[in-house]
């Protein structure tokens, strides 16, 4: 079935890096736009970064830019979130989101989440 | 401060409408379409609404949305109690190139 899965999350100390990982499975990988979204505890969505469906061009929320990094193998249907210099505020359940053509920027499939917590 | 401005909360008795409204700017709302979401506790959000009024497949059609100028809305007719969830309007920013969220609406059952 259609299947979004998210993995890579876990307690970090502030100022270290992490690397989220999304599996994707019975949709065409290939063609959709990736995005990472995060909700803080608590708190509303927030849109993290996306990635076109061939990987050439990539952009980023304000307060990721420079500290992130979006990538994607299409040959094994996984898009990656790297994540550098981590913050406190960076703590949130971290989504992935399956964006086709023609949507609009909307997101079709979710993933469950991967929840990132940064703490000294 | 949320970019697309939604009220923070929103209520309706069982069968009733209500409606959540999503104001934005010329870069988002009134450039690009709008989409909705819907979370329920603990979840992960759902797709409601695409392109300001298309529902996917398994969304009824008792929930509709429309969009005017730099404002959406999202209606919901016949509310039931499983309705009881926050909504999240979004949409593309040209000027910010980034995809910008409202700050959520919490919708209670009365």
């Known amino acids: 079935q259609v299947q979004l899965v998210e993995s890579g999350g876990g307690v970090v100390q502030p100022g270290t890096s992490l690397r989220l990982s999304c599996a994707a499975s019975g949709f065409s990988f290939n063609t959709y736009a990736m995005h990472w979204v995060r909700q803080p505890p608590g708190k509303g969505l927030e849109w993290v970064a996306f990635?076109?469906?061939?990987?050439?061009?990539?952009y980023y929320g304000d307060s990721v830019k420079g500290r992130f990094t979006i990538s994607r193998d299409n040959s094994k249907s996984i898009v990656y979130l790297q994540m550098n210099n981590l913050r406190a505020e960076d703590t949130a359940v971290y989504y992935c989101g399956g964006d086709p053509p023609q949507s609009g920027w909307a997101l079709h499939i979710w993933g469950q989440g991967t929840t990132v917590t940064v703490s000294s | 401060q949320s970019v697309l401005t939604q009220p923070p909360s929103a209520s309706g008795a069982p069968g009733q409408r209500v409606s959540i409204s999503c104001s934005g700017s010329s870069s988002n709302i009134g450039r690009n379409t709008v989409n909705w979401y819907r979370q329920l506790p603990g979840t992960a959000p759902k797709l409601l609404l695409s392109?300001?009024?298309q529902r996917p497949s398994g969304v009824p059609d008792r929930i509709s949305g429309s969009k005017s100028g730099t404002s959406a809305s999202l209606a919901i007719s016949g509310l039931q109690s499983e309705d009881e969830a926050d909504y999240y309007c979004?949409?593309?920013?040209?000027?910010?190139?980034?995809?910008?969220f409202g700050g959520g609406t919490k919708l209670t059952v009365l």
């Open positions: 979004a949409a593309w920013d040209s000027s910010l190139e980034a995809v910008v």
């Open positions: 990635i076109w469906s061939d990987g050439l061009h990539d």
């Open positions: 392109n300001n009024d």
